[in-house]
């Protein structure tokens, strides 16, 4: 039995695996490509772990980010044959051929695997803060059944894989801030004591319209959050109420006129 | 696996691997309706009435608006017809910068915000399907359930579940508010919400099922009326 | 002439985790300039590993709790060599954290009457950890970000590495540090220094750390002078992943064997009921882990070296609604069914209660502007960690490093750097880049010794023998050290990295080790094969001293607690 296992074993681990990594490094202007590395594989051994051994003992000059290597905190975003994943959650074994891996295409290079993502925390800073309702007595109370919704929001790991994945960031440039954010209002939004409404502001200055729902977001998401039917629809429809539905425009003004006689 | 992927993908369309198939159907759906209403009327046959000769035949625009404007078509039509883009994997996207694009900000598809009053008027034209479903069964007097009923309420069923699948549907009974305890008979909104949530993730599914069963309703009826005895009295109660 | 950026600050946070944000909160709030460096980007710290929940006494589940019996708790399981003060901050002071962090935007799970929801676990005596799923470090370090991201005077400088901390007449005036993402060398000018770098995991090979876990800031606060303590403390966490080996270490919660999963050896023996009989599988950490390593020792562990933790005879689908996160974890990683196959599992190093020695009230360290906070300051735990402490620890203890330090910096006049030291250090960093290579070591050689030493003879059950060779193997590997250099440049540099984070976890692991020698009885996380029992003349705090290029241990009695606190705890007994 024993001895079965380690022939087994043995026929796992002896094998090498092609892996084309992608090099460039912007400021010498020599533009990029793929450099081929053969990496032994153990049974189980995920991308990260090729990465990092090549970052190690081949070339220390392979420019990777990672740290927690557990899918906990999003660091190792890369497009591992054309799709974007998380490379510490990826198995070599789930791959045919030859695996390439790539930086994220919809952010600045910094070198090699590296991306600048710091336009996302520039996003973060524009987001309307969490506005609690004022006067409500210490401790809060909530509802469990209001808890929820904003909860599945906050399993993000901002890997930035959904960013990547959206055409309109990724092609189009577009006025668009992406599904992460949208995700982030959302959440806010969806506080059960938040007093704010983003939907506005993701329409006029969050470019949602430019979403036009092809999920592509929610496919690649490794905290499996429903983006589009859970965040980016929602919002959609919260900015249909307070921009593009006649009737409730028309209720809206009435009431407020209403309002405005009373003062 | 994603290898896999790309690697089949380059013999054969990679839309065949999307579930496009809704769309390719509602474009079947058009055009079939089109011809048959206006080359081949059939009308009433037998107390069965063929969908698209009820009174819903009026809001038949309406009806097509719906659909068009519904998420998961919009989905569909972005990916397969605009590809923008047409699949999620980059090397097979065929979307790029070169090619312009404004989503759903331009002013012909500002009209997607309006879908909620498609939703309404889908609303408003549920009850003729299972008013056409009650004709079939009293026809002859007394009741009667033939196979063709079946068909007509497996219709009538699965056009009532697209529409109360709909996203638009899911934001007004709760997806627009923060708190559901601060509403009246919460938990029972809640509830609802949590119920109507579970067919909504459905959506895509539902509505292509539904889009083909019409389909198949209609043939079903055109059958019946050019003769093929497809039909089967399963009992027939008379008027006493 | 060596080339650099300077920044000029009031005080610098080094880590950008829950304590570094909390702290860095409070120095916004008093119109100072702070900024805060971190080797990862922001928001990847390792507090969004934590999982459990953070410990306060709201008393929202059960009324009983009260602060009084959350810091009986803490003292007795840190094993009475933690520091009392600490403890009686922490418990009276983490209710009050948490309902600040629910008012800055964190959504925690309820109770049915809509309070806070809190959940039991090891070592606490009533439900006390406030959760939000199995996620709330998440939930903690994004609430943090947001607010600090909209403070909008908070400098953030992610991805940068601090190589040195510079002193000017005894008091810290500045660091020295560069970026990775453009390379460039930074000196920062500061009155104040805040570490809060988290713990040293990392420097074991098996572990449930992130990777960046190096004690770095530990390292360099002794390096500039500040006293370390309880350097001997490192818990274990029972059940780690050991297969396959890109996981191995990786968390297996204790709520599998809260929900009933059974431990097994390969002889199919649920030897927990030798070891354990009452309590078994659910024993405190320490004794099962200890339990575990016992049965790998004695030949009777998988060929992966675990043993078995199996819960499939609870069904499927209980396990899929109870466990989720590991259902997926062994699925995606292992490509284990955890709900028709047993999981392999071993110890894992999980928290280091030693550190940074801090004053309880102010996070000052014994060096001016010095101040440390979190998993790199020492005391709260003493000998052994209440899950759930270490979130309450950041959040209570970053806020008042934060204020520490912001009233240091406001009153105190701006030192004078000196601007040699800081070229040398960056010479002495640029060093290590040779094109040629030399033929010289890898860093990565001297780091896998230094983790596979560390794990074999300065794990659970230490010895003499073993420790001293500990020992001996790291004084080699310091001289190996020496001729370590390393191809590219500055930029993202994994060589570059490697070389640095080496040093830093060559002095922790020594002064680690000679605590371990030094301790001659077994207490809390500390156990010796030759010392097997706890002893009354040890209730003492070791302490690490700087002493030129040696280390100096010595011995601090445990501060005697005043009446009404010793009253609330249940007196130490000993064999």
């Known amino acids: 039995m024993k001895a079965e296992n380690k022939k087994e074993e043995g026929a796992k681990t002896g094998r090498t695996r092609k892996f084309k990594v992608y090099r460039e490094d912007p400021t010498d202007g020599k533009g990029g490509e793929y450099q081929e590395f053969d990496v032994q594989v153990e049974e189980g051994m995920v991308v990260l772990d090729a990465i990092t051994y090549i970052s190690q003992r081949v070339d220390p000059t392979l420019a990777v980010r990672w740290n927690c290597k557990a899918a906990r905190c999003g660091s190792c975003s890369a497009e591992i044959n054309g799709v974007p994943r998380l490379m510490c959650k990826t198995r070599v074994d789930t791959i045919d051929g030859t695996i390439t891996v790539g930086p994220m295409r919809a952010f600045p290079l910094v070198k090699d695997l590296v991306t600048d993502v710091s336009s996302n925390y520039e996003i973060e800073k524009l987001m309307p803060e969490f506005k609690p309702k004022e006067g409500i007595s210490s401790p809060w109370r909530m509802n469990e059944m209001d808890v929820g919704r904003s909860q599945e929001f906050r399993k993000c790991i901002e890997c930035f894989l959904c960013q990547d994945v959206c055409h309109v960031v990724r092609d189009h440039h577009a006025a668009y801030i992406g599904p992460r954010h949208v995700v982030k209002a959302a959440s806010l939004d969806m506080h059960p004591l938040d007093t704010l409404d983003r939907s506005e502001w993701l329409t006029a200055d969050g470019g949602l319209g430019y979403c036009n729902v092809t999920k592509c977001c929610q496919d690649v998401c490794p905290e499996h959050i429903k983006i589009t039917d859970n965040a980016i629809i929602p919002e959609k429809e919260r900015s249909a109420d307070s921009l593009y539905d006649p009737i409730i425009s028309l209720f809206r003004r009435f009431s407020k006129g209403k309002a405005d006689r009373k003062q | ?240 | 002439m060596v080339a650099y950026d300077r920044v000029e600050t009031d005080v610098l946070v080094m880590g950008m985790g829950g304590a570094g944000l909390r702290a860095a909160l409070e120095i916004v709030s008093r119109n100072l300039k702070v900024v805060l460096v971190s080797k990862s980007l922001l928001g990847k710290a390792h507090t969004v590993m934590a999982e459990g929940g953070i410990a306060a006494a709201v008393a929202n589940v059960d009324s009983k709790d009260s602060w009084q019996v959350h810091f009986s708790d803490t003292v007795a399981e840190g094993v009475y060599i933690g520091d009392y003060r600490m403890a009686e901050i922490l418990a009276k002071e983490a209710p009050e954290r948490v309902y600040e962090l629910e008012r800055y935007g964190a959504l925690f799970d309820r109770t049915p009457d809509g309070k806070i929801m809190q959940r039991a676990f090891g070592g606490h005596t009533y439900r006390r950890l406030c959760h939000v799923g199995d996620k709330t470090g998440l939930e903690m370090i994004r609430t943090l970000e947001d607010r600090v991201l909209h403070t909008g005077n908070a400098k953030l400088l992610d991805e940068t590495v601090i190589t040195k901390l510079l002193a000017c007449n005894g008091s810290v005036c500045g660091a020295v540090g560069f970026s990775l993402r453009t390379g460039k060398f930074i000196v920062f000018e500061c009155k104040a220094i805040i570490v809060a770098t988290g713990g040293l995991g990392r420097i074991y090979k098996v572990s449930s750390n992130s990777h960046e876990t190096t004690g770095d800031g530990i390292a360099m606060a002794f390096e500039a002078g500040a006293e370390l303590r309880d350097m001997e403390m490192v818990q274990f966490h029972p059940t780690g992943m050991v297969y396959p080996p890109g996981v191995r270490g990786l968390l297996v919660t204790e709520g599998v064997r809260g929900e009933g999963g059974l431990l097994f050896n390969t002889k199919g023996e649920r030897f927990m009921l030798r070891y354990s009989p009452e309590k078994k599988e659910l024993d405190a950490r320490d004794v099962v882990a200890r339990a575990i390593y016992h049965e790998i020792q004695n030949g009777n562990g998988t060929e992966h070296g675990g043993v078995y933790l199996d819960i499939t005879k609870k069904g499927a689908a209980f396990i899929r609604k109870k466990l989720p996160g590991m259902y997926e974890q062994f699925k995606e990683f292992a490509g284990v069914d955890i709900t028709k196959e047993k999981m392999e599992v071993a110890p894992t190093v999980h928290y280091f209660m030693g550190g940074i020695r801090v004053e309880p009230e102010t996070a000052r360290t014994n060096v001016n502007g010095l101040f440390a906070v979190g998993e790199a300051a020492a005391g709260l735990h003493g000998a052994n960690r209440l899950g759930g402490n270490s979130l309450a620890d950041i959040l209570v203890f970053g806020r008042r490093a934060g204020i520490s330090a912001a009233t240091y910096a406001a009153t105190s006049v701006a030192p004078k750097l000196d601007y040699r030291e800081a070229e040398a250090e960056i010479s002495r960093i640029n060093s290590f880049i040779d094109e040629a290579g030399r033929g010289s070591t890898n860093p990565y050689e001297i780091i896998d010794e230094l983790r596979d030493t560390m794990s074999s003879k300065v794990g659970i059950i230490r010895n003499g023998k073993d420790l001293n060779s500990a020992l001996q193997t790291i004084t080699v590997l310091k001289e190996r050290a020496k001729s370590v250099t390393v191809k590219g440049g500055v930029r993202f540099n994994q060589g570059l990295l490697g070389c640095i984070e080496m040093e830093k976890m060559l002095l922790v692991a020594e002064c680690v080790v000679r605590s371990a020698i030094y301790r001659k009885e077994s207490r809390g996380a500390h156990t010796r094969s030759d010392f097997p029992n706890k002893l009354k003349e040890w209730k003492l705090n070791i302490i690490c001293a700087r002493n030129g290029s040696k280390i100096d241990l010595s011995t601090v009695p445990v501060p005697e607690m005043p009446e009404e606190l010793n009253a609330l705890v249940k007196p130490e007994v000993y064999a």
């Open chain 2, 1 to 240: 696996m994603a290898q896999k992927n790309i690697a089949v993908s380059r013999l054969i369309p990679s839309e065949f691997f999307e579930p496009n198939l809704r769309l390719y159907s509602f474009i079947f759906l058009i055009a079939a309706a089109s011809i048959a209403l206006y080359l081949f009327p059939v009308g009433e046959f037998k107390g069965y009435i063929d969908p698209f000769y009820s009174p819903t035949i009026l809001v038949l625009p309406l009806v097509g608006l719906y659909r068009l404007t519904c998420y998961a078509y919009r989905k569909d039509y972005n990916r397969h017809v605009f590809k923008h883009p047409v699949a999620c994997p980059v090397y097979t996207r065929m979307d790029g910068p070169q090619r312009s694009y404004t989503g759903e900000t331009s002013s012909l598809f500002k009209v997607e915000n309006l879908h909620r009053y498609f939703l309404y008027s889908a609303i408003a034209i549920l009850p003729f399907f299972y008013y056409d479903l009650v004709l079939s069964l009293m026809y002859s007097g007394g009741i009667i359930l033939r196979i063709g009923s079946i068909v007509l309420a497996v219709n009538a069923v699965l056009i009532t579940l697209y529409v109360f699948s709909c996203h638009s549907l899911r934001s007004l009974i709760g997806g627009r508010k923060d708190c559901f305890s601060c509403m009246a008979n919460a938990s029972g909104r809640k509830k609802f919400y949590d119920v109507q949530s579970g067919l909504n993730a459905h959506h895509e599914q539902i509505a292509w099922a539904s889009l083909v069963f019409i389909v198949f309703t209609d043939l079903y009826m055109r059958a019946l009326s050019a003769g093929i005895p497809l039909d089967h009295v399963i009992f027939h109660i008379l008027k006493l």
